[in-house]
């Protein structure tokens, strides 16, 4: 026997409780794709397939996690040149910078000495910077 409107979630023995459906994937997004339309409402629609529109926001937001790009989406390019200039060279490392560190804080800063810092200067400066 098949139950229309109101009679759809009643058994044989009269039992008002729903059964638990099962949606193809084909019919999630179908019926997501309704909400999309120009104008929709996802209640009404939610309504119109006898669902709870928070399944179908739900439904919604799994489309949208793994939804493609769209084709409409301009694709632009850099434009690069090939020369036969050669690679810039790197120079070595300066005298002054061999044997220096960085030390960067929680928040963020970053404080760059060379091997003759000062201990007592860099001590202040670290601790200014820790209080703000």
């Known amino acids: ?33 309704e909400t999309l339309a120009p104008g929709a409402s996802v209640s009404v629609v939610a309504r119109r397939h006898d669902l ?5 926001f739900t439904w919604r937001r799994a489309v949208e996690a793994v939804a493609l790009p769209v084709a409409d989406d301009k694709v632009t ?31 963020g800063d970053r404080i760059i000495v060379g091997i003759d810092v000062d201990a007592a200067a860099l001590s202040r400066v670290v601790k200014v ?4």
Request: proline share 8%; net charge positive.
């Open 1 to 33: 026997m098949l139950l229309l409107g109101k009679e759809a979630g009643r058994t044989a023995t009269g039992d008002t409780r729903r059964r638990r459906r099962v949606w193809s994937v084909d019919d999630k997004r179908r019926i997501v794709a």
């Open 129 to 132: 910077l820790l209080r703000r």
């Open 52 to 56: 709870n529109a928070n399944m179908l």
């Open 77 to 107: 390019f850099v434009p690069a040149t090939i020369t036969a200039a050669p690679a810039p060279t790197i120079s070595p490392p300066s005298p002054e910078t061999v044997g220096g560190m960085e030390i960067v804080l929680a928040s």
